[in-house]
C-alpha cells in the first residue's frame, strides 16, 4: 500500500465517522444551484484537507464544498467529503465520503468509505480493487434484462432532460433500474458486483473520480458515452461489468440521435 492510499484510507475513515455523530443532527442550508450542504459537510471536508495536507503540502486540492486549493501541481486529490447529502439530511443511510488521487485527470487512487455499514472500498492504479481487506471483482452477469443498472444526473435541465429519456429505454429492458442517492458508492457497488452499472449525466469530478478507478481495478470497464476512456475532464461516465458495455453504449448513442 502506498502512503497515499494509507492516509487516504485514515481520512475517509475519520471523515466518516464524523458523519454519523452527526446523522440526524446537522443544519441544513440550500446553494444556489438547489443542492444540500449541511454543516456535516464542511467540517467533513476540513477534517479530510487536514489530514491530507500534512503529509501532502505540495499536491493540489479539488473540494466539493471549498473548490481548488493548495498548491499547484500534477496531483490533485479530488474530494466529496459527504456524497449523497439528501440522503444524509433525511436519514437515508446510503451516503459515503470519497476521496481521489488524480495525475494530470487521471483517477490513480480511490478510496470511498460507507460509515453506516462500516465499509471501505479502495484502489490503486495497478493494485486491484478491495473492500475492507478483501480482493473484489464486478459480476458475471451477461444480460441486461437480469441487471440492476443504477443511473445519477446533474441538476441543470439538460442533464435532466437527457437522463430522463435514458431512464426510459432501459426502463423498457429491465425493471432494476435506480438512482440511489450517492455516485461514488453507486460506483463501488458496481466494482464489488452487487450492481451491473452506473451511468451520470453532468458529472463533477468529485462525485466519480474515486469510484472509477475503483470499478477499473475490479476488472470493470469505466467510460464516457461515446466510449472514449474517463478522466475527469468527461461530462458524463458509464461503468459497467464489461458484458454489456457496448450494448449500452450503444442505447446512449440511439437516445441521443
Not at 503529509?55 to 493548495?70: A, N, Q, R, T
Not at 440511489?180 to 452499472?197: D, F, K, M, N, W
Not at 449525466?201 to 475490479?218: L, M, S, T
Amino acid at each position: 500500500m502506498s502512503k497515499e492510499l494509507g492516509v487516504a484510507i485514515e481520512a475517509a475513515k475519520k471523515a466518516g465517522k464524523l458523519l454519523m455523530r452527526y446523522y440526524g443532527k446537522t443544519s441544513v442550508r440550500y446553494k444556489a444551484d438547489g443542492s444540500v450542504e449541511t454543516e456535516a459537510d464542511i467540517r467533513s471536508e476540513k477534517k479530510i484537507i487536514s489530514i491530507l495536507q500534512k503529509d501532502f503540502p505540495y499536491y493540489s486540492f479539488l473540494g466539493e464544498e471549498s473548490g481548488y486549493s493548495g498548491k499547484k501541481s500534477d496531483y490533485v486529490w479530488v474530494i466529496d467529503p459527504l456524497d449523497g447529502t439528501t440522503n444524509y439530511m433525511m436519514m437515508n443511510p446510503f451516503f459515503g465520503v470519497s476521496i481521489a488521487l488524480v495525475y494530470r485527470a487521471e483517477p490513480i487512487l480511490g478510496v470511498v468509505s460507507y460509515p453506516h455499514e462500516e465499509e471501505i472500498f479502495f484502489a490503486q492504479k495497478g493494485k486491484g480493487a478491495f473492500l475492507n481487506d478483501r480482493k473484489i471483482h464486478v459480476s458475471d452477469e451477461q444480460k441486461m434484462k437480469n441487471s440492476i443498472l443504477t443511473f445519477a444526473h446533474g441538476l441543470d435541465r439538460n442533464s435532466v432532460v437527457k437522463m430522463t429519456r435514458i431512464f426510459g429505454e432501459l426502463k423498457l429492458i429491465t425493471n432494476k433500474v435506480r438512482q440511489i442517492g450517492a455516485p461514488s458508492l453507486q460506483l463501488c457497488y458496481v466494482a464489488c458486483g452487487r450492481t451491473e452499472s452506473f451511468l451520470m449525466v453532468g458529472v463533477n469530478p468529485y462525485d466519480v473520480a474515486a469510484g472509477a478507478i475503483i470499478v477499473k481495478e475490479a476488472n470493470g470497464y469505466v467510460t464516457d458515452f461515446s466510449g472514449k476512456t474517463f478522466s475527469v475532464n468527461s461530462k458524463d461516465i458509464l461503468a459497467s461489468n464489461r458484458r454489456m458495455h457496448k450494448e449500452i453504449l450503444q442505447l446512449l448513442k440511439e437516445t441521443q440521435a
